[in-house]
Antibody, heavy 127, light 107 residues
Framework: QLQLQESGPGLVKPSETLSLTCTVS??????????WGWIRQPPGKGLEWIGS???????YYNPSLKSRVTISVDTSKNQFSLKLSSVTAADTAVYYC???????????????????WGQGTMVTVSS | AIRMTQSPSSFSASTGDRVTITCRAS??????LAWYQQKPGKAPKLLIY???TLQSGVPSRFSGSGSGTDFTLTISCLQSEDFATYYC?????????FGQGTKVEIK
């Protein structure tokens, strides 16, 4: 059974870079044609898509965050990672990693629903 | 970006009620619409994709309908475990966007 687990610091200082890793277990990140994504949720607010990556390294980012976001993949470790630079208090949120798929459709370019999610990790931006 | 608007933002209902949540897209998205359920402190759970297809393991009291710009999520007989926040999401085009959420509370 495929599982995703986020990891990384829970506290980041303003202006620094937030770095998170998502470890995929129960399946290979590169053996199937899936995209993998990051989503965040500020406390008490809704969900925001950050970006997605294919195992080959092809990426798509939310234009609202694109200048500060880098998503990368390490197939040897079965992980993909998120870096968000120049963080402010507005970046305080629960960060989720997820797989993109809907009923096996594996839509082109990763435009899909999120069918498997990690449990999420809270990141607070504060000095 | 395609804007997703849910209504209502919240409401109260009783166990056994039939409830409907609406999601409207700012432009046509065909049937590329998903619904999620989120409980406090938990990750969202995919309920429905392609506007009306039930994700494996989701109870049949959940159903979805619509295409183009207007969509609905219906819970035919509300159970205690269904009190949660529900989100719609379009995956027609980038950026992927979610509705603001609808909180279903106990009356």
């Amino acid at each position: 059974q495929l599982q995703l687990q986020e990891s990384g610091p829970g506290l980041v200082k303003p202006s620094e870079t937030l770095s998170l890793t998502c470890t995929v277990s129960g399946g290979s990140i590169s053996s199937s044609s899936y995209y993998w994504g990051w989503i965040r949720q500020p406390p008490g607010k809704g969900l925001e898509w950050i970006g997605s990556i294919y195992y080959s390294g092809s990426t798509y980012y939310n234009p609202s965050l694109k200048s500060r976001v880098t998503i990368s993949v390490d197939t040897s470790k079965n992980q993909f990672s998120l870096k968000l630079s120049s963080v402010t208090a507005a970046d305080t949120a629960v960060y989720y990693c997820a797989r993109l798929d809907s009923g096996g459709s594996r839509r082109p370019l990763g435009r899909d629903a999120f069918d498997i999610w990690g449990q999420g990790t809270m990141v607070t931006v504060s000095s | 970006a395609i804007r997703m608007t849910q209504s209502p933002s919240s409401f109260s209902a009783s166990t056994g009620d039939r409830v409907t949540i609406t999601c409207r897209a700012s432009q046509g998205i065909s049937s590329y619409l998903a619904w999620y359920q989120q409980k406090p402190g938990k990750a969202p759970k995919l309920l429905i994709y392609a506007a009306s297809t039930l994700q494996s393991g989701v109870p049949s009291r959940f159903s979805g309908s619509g295409s183009g710009t207007d969509f609905t999520l219906t819970i035919s007989c509300l159970q205690s475990e269904d009190f949660a926040t529900y989100y719609c999401q379009q995956y027609y085009s980038y950026p992927l966007t979610f509705g603001q959420g609808t909180k279903v509370e106990i009356k």
